[in-house]
């Protein structure tokens, strides 16, 4: 389909939109092939465009607008030539590894994407359902008084904190997943002194495209093993930090799981009180944690503690998707800086971000419930628990901190040929770490390791296990 504005003289530029493909978050490359078994639905399975396709990885390079034009994919300079710098996203990338590899007739186990397979509780389906009636009328875009105040009450509750206003610190969200991307657009001023957003590294790509898009230039810091899996913050450059507008910051880790500290926080408070710039803490892992007395520490904790009661240029966020096995209702929630939110309410208000209100009632509901909280926590404990003595002796996988990832670093060396050769002889699915990450400081930190996410059922990863270890004998 294409617009073309044929019969208005002062519009003459014309957009040729991208061959469809299916959301990366939910491509699965195992899902369809039980019957699916002929080349081409194979090839599709794992993620193969059609022939005609446009490459993303041949423009994917800096400043490679005019090839990407040349594509045929855009046709205008109407269009904002920084979407030629959006990478793959991880999951196309191992859809072409995999492309023409036919795994052995075993059922396919997929341990690659982090989308929760638990049951959705049924009194938050019962919820949704019960308030689809809220379909007629226009939501507001700061959500509904209870559901703020909901969302403000859980956090003050897990997070011991004395005061946190849900008129002024809290906004739902559809999902942290949209909120991360939109915070940069608000937030990011494109200052003559080229603004730098500072991001993890390996890191949710989310981070990566929403600073592109602001008219940033991501900053990396890398979390290796030799450091612990910390934020190396002095390996940004004192002028890189002047420059810097926002940090993202991943806790509990994705992938490492690794868990930010109060004296990493104290860190990044005196980082961003020294040089100016605004935090936003991920935090959609933080209610997976494998000890019920040792909940993980969040940003606005962390802020309560050491006195920054104002939580200034902070925002964290949070989401239901995992820690109530509700991907698909997208519902989340930010809390911090008043000022900060304030402006980015304005934001959303023209962006279009206002919550359904069916599942505005759903997600009272489950901010509202622990037990079901508490259950999620035991299965992915009983998890671990039988997984990882199988698989520490032959891909060195501890036990995160938190999350329900494992971190695993392969015998070998080599991520990619790893996964691949693991999918040809087994038909369990894993992630090369290396595209969970970017080249920075000489190194790929992703580089010799696998992400494995434990969101099958128990005897499937049990099952997954046993094959990756047979796989490494």
Known sequence: MQLVAADVDQLTWRFDPPPTRRDPLIEDADRQENDENSDEGRQRSLGRR???AVNDEEFAGPGDETAFRKSGRITSHAVNPRLARLQPYPFERLGALLNGVRPPALSPIRLSIGEPQHPTPEFIRAALVANLDGLSTYPATAGLDQLRETIAAWFRRRFGLP?????????PVNGSREALFAFAQAIVARSPAAPIVVCPNPFYQIYEGAALLAGAEPVFLNQTASNGFNLDLDSVADDQWQRTQLMYVCTPGNPTGRVLDLDGWRAIFDRADRHGFVIASDECYSEIYPDEQAAPLGGLEAAHRLGRDDFRNLVVFTSLSKRSNVPGLRSGGVAGDATLLEQFLLYRTY????????????????????????????????????????????????????????????????DERFARELFAATHVTVLPGRYLARDAH?????????????????????EAAGRIMEFCR
């Open 163 to 171: 005061r946190l206003d849900a008129r002024t610190q809290v906004l």
């Open 50 to 52: 059609p022939p005609d």
């Open 351 to 414: 962006h279009g971000c206002a919550m359904n209100p069916a599942v505005q009632h759903a997600s009272i509901a489950a901010w509202n419930d622990e037990a079901h909280v508490r259950d999620n926590r035991v299965r992915y404990r009983d998890k671990f628990a039988a997984v990882v003595p199988i698989l520490e002796p032959a891909v060195k996988a501890h036990a995160p901190d938190a999350s329900f990832y494992l971190w695993a670093m392969v015998p070998g060396g080599d």
């Open 442 to 462: 000489g190194e790929n930190p992703g580089s010799g390791y696998v992400r494995i996410a434990l969101v099958p059922p128990t005897a499937d990863c049990v």
